[in-house]
């Protein structure tokens, strides 16, 4: 049960982080490429 509960965690932090976050990490990633 515990592995079930860790995938429904990891599928919803995944999913959070396709939607919106993605797209401020990359930016993130990129600045911070930029600025080295």
Do not use: D, H, I, P
Not at 9 to 14: D, P, R
Request: glycine share 6%; proline share 0%; net charge positive.
């Amino acid at each position: 049960k515990k592995g079930y509960w860790a995938a429904v965690k990891a599928f919803s932090l995944a999913k959070s982080l396709y939607t919106g976050n993605s797209k401020s990490f990359f930016v993130r990633k990129k600045s911070n490429q930029t600025s080295e």
